[in-house]
């Protein structure tokens, strides 16, 4: 095509407008998949066998042998980049030039932009859980991720029961937060979660108001060990007699989570072989009929 049939194109009115009105919307459609994508917030963890070095905000005493963690992320409106229920490894090195590498599941909300939280209980002995409880404001801690556990997806199941022991606590909130702030997730929810007292029930104002919130969907029962005056929640520990008549039977529908301590495993549903390999469910569950198809072990 010529110059000259080009410029009479373009001076021609009803060729020329259609071709600016073109134009615009290809550069206004251009700005709209920018802001898009500088709006959407930044993932520090990405899976890509990266460590990142994240620095404590704020940190305070929860019980007598655990802490509440909060670390900033990179920015302020960076989120994780976790999905429910996944972990992060952490890593410091000690003074002889060792690496001590843990897995810890946060508790905050994977949508929350800017910060990450973490309850970790110190164990006598524990590299890692005392190290974290030295931790100052200021002072970073290495992670990397996230380790998917188990994928959840609304409606997975018609109902799903959690049971759990002490900082085992923390993969079971993730899948409670998870439900309850998807109006599109009809799940139901039973938690039963065991302690040595009421004062180590780790989380309970969260879980408490989760379950005010959502009435028809969760329902928290807590155990202690040892129950003081005014106990209104069950004392023991989770047994067969109080199991039976409140899980669902063994069922496509349904499914138990479980995570605690050795002695939990090995008195509901028996440990996993590795973190690939679930193993036989033993135990109380095994005696209700439960096999590796209906409980997951975090």
């Not at 709006?39 to 905000?57: A, C, I, Q, S």
Request: aromatic residues 10%.
């Amino acid at each position: 095509m010529s110059f000259s049939s080009i410029a009479n194109k373009l001076s021609n009115p009803r060729v020329f407008v259609p071709i600016v009105a073109a134009a615009g919307g290809i550069s206004l459609a251009y700005q709209y998949q920018t802001r898009i994508i500088a709006n959407e917030p930044g993932k520090t963890f990405k899976g890509d066998n990266e460590w990142v070095d994240l620095k404590v905000r704020k940190t305070w005493d929860v019980s007598s042998n655990t802490k509440h963690v909060i670390f900033d992320l990179p920015g302020k409106d960076d989120v994780s980049g976790l999905i429910t229920a996944s972990c992060l490894l952490t890593k410091f090195v000690t003074a002889k030039g060792n690496n001590v590498i843990r897995p810890y599941t946060p508790i905050s909300d994977n949508d929350e932009k800017g910060s990450i939280e973490f309850v970790v209980k110190k164990y006598e002995g524990g590299k890692a859980s005392t190290h974290i409880h030295d931790l100052k404001v200021g002072d970073t801690l290495s992670f990397k991720g996230p380790i998917v556990k188990w994928k959840w997806e609304a409606n997975q199941y018609k109902s799903i029961a959690l049971i759990g022991g002490g900082t085992g606590i923390t993969p079971l909130y993730q899948l409670i937060q998870e439900i309850t702030k998807n109006p599109e997730d009809k799940t139901k929810v039973s938690l039963y979660y065991g302690n040595l007292s009421e004062k180590d029930i780790l989380i309970k104002k969260e879980l408490d108001v989760l379950a005010a919130k959502h009435k028809d969907q969760v329902d928290i029962v807590y155990f202690v060990d040892k129950a003081e005056k005014g106990w209104e929640g069950e004392t023991g520990f989770i047994d067969k007699e109080f199991l039976q008549p409140r899980l669902p039977g063994p069922s496509k529908d349904s499914k138990v989570f479980v995570c605690g301590p050795p002695a939990l495993y090995k008195a509901l549903s028996g440990p996993k072989v590795s973190p690939t390999d679930q193993g036989e469910v033993t135990g109380v569950l095994a005696e209700l009929g439960f096999t590796k198809e209906h409980v997951y072990k975090f």
